[in-house]
C-alpha cells in the first residue's frame, strides 16, 4: 500500500530525510490523514470477492497513487467500530470495499459518531458485493480500476440520509439509512434471501428466486401510514419501500422519482393484489414505470410514520433489523460521497 511515513522521526522530501519533533510529527500525521483514504474492505462480501480481488483493487489504487490505509472486518458491525476510529485517528476519507451491507455499517459508524460533522466527511465506494444498489445510483462503475479512477477524480455530491427508528427486543432503536427500506413483502423476501445466503446459497439469480418462493404464501397486512404529520394511507398493503435511492433488490427501480440530495424521502405502497397479478407486472418492478397502476401509490415527505398490525419487520439497505412501528426522518445532503463520471452533478 501507499507509504507514508518512513520512520519514527522522519520524513523523506524531494530525497532528502527531515527530522521531525514529536509535536512536529503529530501534526505531520494529521495533515496525511486529511488527504489518505482508510479502505474498509469486507471479505466476505460476494460470496468471498472482497478477499480474493483486494490484491488487485489494491494495486490499481498504488498505481492511481493514492494514499491509503486499510483494514478487514472480522464480525457484522465490525465496519462500523472501524469507522468510528478511523474518523477518531484523523481520517476524513473512507472507502468501503463491498456491498451494500458494508455501504450500510460505514454510514451508521459516520452517523453515530459526533465529534466530525458527517458533511466533513468523504465516502467512496468500490463495489465487490452481490446487489450493489447504492453504486448503481451513483453511476460508480464494478470495474476496479475505473472506481479507483472515480476517487482520484473526487467528483462528489451531498447526499440526504434517512434516520429510522424501529423497535428491535422491546427496545427502541436508530439506523442511519444511505439508500432504501423495504416493509412487508420486500422485508420478507430480504429475510428469505439472507437465509439462504447464510447457507452457502449464491447465484446471480437468489433474489429473484427468494422473491418467487415468498411470493406463494405471502398475504397483505394493514399499513396506517402518515406522511408530515397528515394520514396518507390505512389500509392492506403487500409491500412497501421508503427511502433515498431509486433501486434495491439487485436493480429493481421501486422508486423511480428518488432524487438523492432533494431533501424528501420517496415513499412506495403495493397495495394488497392477486398473486396473478403480482406476477403479470412483476416485470415493471425493473423498467421504473410501476407508478402507471393505481394499486401501487406514491408519495414523498420529510418525515414518513408506518405502523402494521401486526407489527411486521423491516430491512434497511439490505439489513435485516427490527419491528414496527417505524418513523423515518430525512438528514438533507448530510454525506458527501463519490460518484462516477456518469452521474450528473
Known amino acids: 500500500m501507499a507509504c507514508v511515513c518512513r520512520g519514527k522521526n522522519t520524513k523523506s522530501f524531494r530525497g532528502k530525510t527531515i527530522y521531525l519533533t514529536f509535536v512536529q510529527r503529530n501534526i505531520f500525521y494529521r495533515m496525511v490523514q ?12 460476494g460470496s468471498g470477492r472482497g478477499l480474493t480481488d483486494w490484491p488487485a483493487i489494491s494495486n490499481q489504487m498504488n498505481k492511481a497513487g493514492i494514499l491509503f490505509t486499510c483494514v478487514f472486518t472480522e464480525h ?19 472507502v468501503a470495499v463491498g456491498g451494500d451491507g458494508t455501504v450500510h455499517e460505514v454510514v451508521n459508524g459516520i452517523f453515530h459518531q459526533k465529534e466530525i460533522a458527517p458533511s466533513k466527511i468523504t465516502l467512496s465506494v468500490i463495489p465487490t458485493g452481490t446487489g450493489n444498489d447504492w453504486v448503481r445510483m451513483f453511476g460508480i462503475p464494478h470495474t476496479y480500476n475505473e472506481a479507483v479512477q472515480a476517487m482520484v477524480e473526487f467528483r462528489t455530491v451531498l447526499q440526504d440520509i434517512g434516520m429510522v427508528s424501529f423497535i428491535e427486543t422491546r427496545v427502541p432503536q436508530v439506523r442511519y439509512m444511505a439508500n432504501v427500506a423495504g416493509l412487508g413483502f420486500d422485508a420478507a423476501v ?6 439462504l445466503r447464510d447457507e452457502g446459497r449464491m ?20 399499513f ?12 392492506k398493503v403487500f409491500s412497501a419501500t421508503v427511502g433515498i435511492g431509486k433501486y434495491n433488490g439487485g436493480g429493481m427501480i421501486q422508486m423511480p422519482y428518488a432524487e438523492v440530495n432533494d431533501g424528501l424521502l420517496d415513499l412506495t405502497l403495493i ?5 396473478f397479478w403480482m406476477l403479470r407486472h412483476f416485470k415493471h418492478l425493473y423498467d ?14 420529510k ?43
Not at 76 to 92: C, F, I, M, P, S
Open 34 to 45: 486529511q488527504i489518505a483514504w482508510m479502505v474498509i474492505v469486507n471479505p466476505k462480501a
Open 271 to 275: 397495495c394488497k393484489a392477486s398473486k
Open 190 to 195: 430480504n429475510r428469505k434471501y439472507n437465509k
Open 76 to 94: 457484522k458491525y465490525h465496519a462500523v467500530e472501524l469507522t468510528v476510529k478511523a474518523l477518531r485517528d484523523g481520517y476524513r476519507r473512507i
Open 224 to 235: 396506517k401510514v402518515e406522511v408530515d404529520d397528515q394520514l396518507f394511507f390505512d389500509g
Open 288 to 301: 421504473g414505470k410501476i407508478y402507471q397502476y393505481p394499486k401501487i401509490k406514491h408519495t414523498q415527505g
Open 303 to 345: 418525515s414518513i410514520r408506518i405502523e402494521t398490525h401486526p407489527a411486521g419487520p423491516i430491512e434497511i439497505d439490505g439489513e435485516a433489523l427490527g419491528y414496527a412501528p417505524f418513523t423515518f426522518e430525512v438528514l438533507p445532503r448530510s454525506l458527501q460521497v463519490v460518484v462516477g463520471k456518469r452521474y450528473k452533478i
Open 203 to 222: 447465484s446471480k439469480w437468489l433474489y429473484i428466486r427468494s422473491t418467487l418462493r415468498m411470493l406463494l404464501g405471502y398475504h397483505a397486512t394493514r
